[in-house]
């Protein structure tokens, strides 16, 4: 996930006090459109390199080259020699023949603070990276940041000009420069990770196909960091967005307008009478246009209204989700990327509690918990600024939860988004679990609610009641089909297969009437052509029973929540196939399809009672080779891999 708070990634030498100056600076060095900056002072081969900083054979007090005046108080050359020696050159860490001493000036920027205020803090002692310059204020951990250095082989230090200082990576036609430490959050504003790519290529189809209802769009990127996301957009859907990429973070914004350089995009600084600043001065004519804003994300979102606002800051949203909605214009789309795992799937329930203002325990179905949990809170949210939501997709996967909705303005689609935020409870015993009906009336005896029969066979209280939890769909079918189209048509393979399984989700079926391979076809609207043709195929080429079956459930609801198969399977005994369970399931008349949530999981309208009777019905007792008579099982519903 990409995140504009953090320490700094890199660090220039700083400004000398006043009536002094560094001797001989290096110069330096420029690659790819990015200034690099040289060596930092504290970092030396020699005593001697490190007392010619200051001029020791001259009269009168001078100050220390490494330290603050408030530290460090202008003195003679012998106690100025004596300090250097000591207190700097003594003080280091060593690596292929240089000492980074340790430094005692401000190079480390102010953190902001959740406001975007800067708020004042102790400038502790630090060391500078030879080899990334970013400033460390452990030794141990310098030790440790060198070492991974050099099994990452990284070993030539930034102030060479190394063609290794930056690296370009590429996705989705799109060049970015990332540095050195782009993948630790704590040590770099540019914080990039290479695991959400399935995360933003979600975000654009979803954006896409906003972009096919009206035209053009303002989307904002609320969370820079390094752009890519916001190119993306602008270089694929060119002239349909108007693109705003923010970043409160100053090395950000400058790591922005270089990538925009990479890719040919104009940059404008601002909106109305727009006007292009240097970094927009591109070879050749620029493919599309993007606004770089340098501002909290709250601020920019209560200035200005957008139709597209994506969410993604570093661990949860919630402290954005008011600005966001106060603005957006009707119909409009905002998509929420939270990375906080360890508080969405029941790792620190207190800050669960804290965030979310929910109560939810470990299940086997935690995944689609916390997705409905944030839905749960966007609902929310929306509703203070007289708004409700239509959800659009919720994926859950190990990095990240993304929620995509739609804004539907107006206190009456408040309210009824608000009607569907419920209590659910919960069996510690068998997992069984559905959601409190609808009222404010206490009822005398919540177990009654529950299939099962927990309560009436162990001692004690069996069940838990979680949430507040968003009850209604988590899916849109035909939003998701458009983004598999969209999908198909930007050439994004790596999401496919998963769209197609939250499109068997939506409509809880495993019917795949979908094209395969259509990326590969040159024209685009044929594809899509047969794509609709073949999804009508299928279906008038079924039975009349099945078709009927097709056109009734395609209104209804998918249920929520799902049952994992290897949970619930029987001791002693070989299952069938998922797939093959999954056509027992139908057969015996049950709504069913997989989930992406969990890969054995089975999202059915049946009960856990009757789910464990049909995978008891289907399973086969395990013979032991040992054991008379006994024979090896082969057939293929006796089979204990799955598909």
């Not at 002693?572 to 399931?585: D, V």
Request: aromatic share 6%; glycine share 6%.
């Amino acid at each position: 996930t990409s995140t504009s708070q953090g320490t700094p990634s890199r660090t220039q030498t700083p400004d000398p006090p006043e009536g002094r100056t560094w001797p001989n600076p290096l110069p330096r060095v420029k690659k790819s459109c990015v200034i690099i900056s040289e060596r930092h002072i504290s970092i030396q081969t020699s005593l001697e390199g490190l007392e010619k900083l200051v001029d020791l054979n001259g009269a009168g007090r001078k100050a220390c080259p490494l330290c603050p005046e408030e530290k460090f108080k202008a003195c003679y050359s012998h106690k100025l020699r004596r300090h250097l020696q000591n207190l700097h050159w003594k003080v280091y860490v060593e690596f292929e023949g240089h000492r980074m001493c340790i430094c005692h000036l401000p190079c480390r920027q102010l953190k902001s603070s959740l406001s975007g205020d800067q708020v004042a803090s102790r400038l502790a002692a630090h060391y500078h990276c030879v080899v990334c310059s970013v400033t460390i204020a452990r030794k141990t951990d310098m030790i440790s940041h060198l070492k991974r250095h050099v099994n990452k082989g990284e070993t030539e230090a930034s102030y060479t000009g190394s063609s290794e200082a930056y690296e370009i990576m590429k996705e989705l036609g799109t060049n970015v420069q990332l540095l050195p430490n782009h993948t630790t959050p704590q040590k770099s504003d540019t914080y990039f990770n290479r695991k959400m790519k399935t995360n933003r290529q979600l975000v654009f189809c979803s954006l896409a196909v906003l972009a096919e209802e009206r035209s053009p769009l303002d989307c904002l990127d609320a969370f820079g960091a390094t752009g890519i996301m916001g190119l993306q957009w602008a270089k694929h859907l060119r002239s349909a967005v108007k693109v705003t990429i923010n970043d409160i973070n100053e090395s950000c914004v400058k790591m922005i307008r270089e990538n925009c350089r990479l890719n040919h995009i104009r940059v404008e600084s601002s909106r109305g009478p727009r006007h292009t600043d240097v970094a927009g001065d591109v070879e050749g004519v620029p493919i599309a246009s993007v606004e770089v804003v340098k501002m909290d994300a709250n601020v920019i979102m209560h200035l200005r209204p957008f139709d597209y606002i994506h969410l993604d800051p570093f661990g949860t949203a919630v402290n954005y989700l008011d600005a966001a909605f106060r603005n957006v214009r009707n119909l409009g789309i905002v998509s929420i990327t939270s990375t906080d795992t360890g508080t969405l799937y029941s790792k620190a329930l207190n800050v669960t509690l804290r965030h979310y203002g929910c109560h939810i325990v470990r299940t086997e179905y935690y995944k689609e918990l916390a997705a409905r949990m944030v839905v749960a809170t966007v609902a929310r949210a929306a509703a203070r600024c007289n708004k409700g939501i239509e959800v659009l997709l919720a994926v859950a996967l190990e990095h990240f939860v993304l929620v995509v909705v739609r804004v539907l303005r107006g206190p009456t689609q408040a309210d009824e988004a608000v009607k569907k935020i419920r209590q659910l409870v919960h069996c510690q015993w068998c997992e069984e679990r559905v959601f409190l009906r609808a009222g404010n009336m206490v009822e005398e005896n919540l177990y009654r609610q529950l299939p099962c029969n927990c309560q009436g066979s162990m001692p004690g209280k069996t069940a838990v009641e979680l949430g507040p939890l968003w009850a209604g769909p988590l899916f849109n079918t035909g939003f998701l089909r458009r983004m598999l189209f969209a999908a198909v048509q930007h050439s994004m393979d790596d999401i496919q297969a998963l769209v197609k399984t939250l499109i068997c989700e939506s409509e809880c079926t495993t019917l795949k009437s979908f094209v395969h391979g259509a990326s590969s076809h040159a024209n685009q609207g044929a594809a899509y052509s047969s794509f609709r043709a073949q999804t009508f195929d299928l279906q008038i080429d079924e039975s009349g029973t099945v078709l009927k079956k097709v056109k009734s459930e395609a209104l209804l609801e998918h249920p929520p929540f799902y049952y994992s198969i290897h949970r619930h399977s029987i001791r002693g005994m070989n299952m069938p196939k998922l797939n093959k369970f999954l056509q027992y399931l139908t057969e015996a008349g049950f709504r069913v399809s997989r989930t992406h949530f969990d890969p054995t999981g089975v999202r059915t309208d049946a009960s856990l009672s009757q789910f464990k009777s049909v995978l008891t019905k289907y399973s086969v007792p395990t013979y032991t080779g040992g054991q008379g008579g006994g024979h090896a099982l082969s057939t293929e519903e006796t089979a204990t891999t799955m598909d």
